[in-house]
């Protein structure tokens, strides 16, 4: 677990919806204290967040495309996992 990453995905105010910070949180709290994180599969976050799995590609996607995470592909539809990725801790909202 990242502390510093929970505290600023927690501190994130403008531009994400409840949804995207849920699995922000989710990522920032299964992250190493560097950021990098195993997202092993969408179910675990689906869980955490209340929502489906579909629901939780539609967040990667735009928390991706803000510059907050960074799985390494730009096709989350079509990702495979467990996928390797990273939180921006620091990042800002684009």
Not at 6 to 18: H, M, P
Not at 50 to 64: E, N
Not at 74 to 79: K, L, R, V, W
Request: glycine share 10%; net charge negative; aromatic share 4%.
């Amino acid at each position: 677990m990242s502390v510093e990453a929970i505290e600023w995905a927690f501190g994130l105010t403008d531009g994400i919806d409840v949804l995207e910070k849920l699995v922000l949180l989710s990522l920032a709290d299964d992250a190493g204290e560097d950021g990098w994180v195993l997202l092993r599969s969408l179910e675990r976050p689906a869980r955490r967040s209340c929502s489906s799995v579909d629901d939780v590609k539609g967040a990667l996607v735009h928390l991706q495309q803000r510059g907050l995470i960074d799985l390494g592909c730009s096709d989350i539809e079509a990702a495979r996992f467990p996928r390797l990725g990273q939180v921006m801790v620091g990042g800002d909202v684009l």
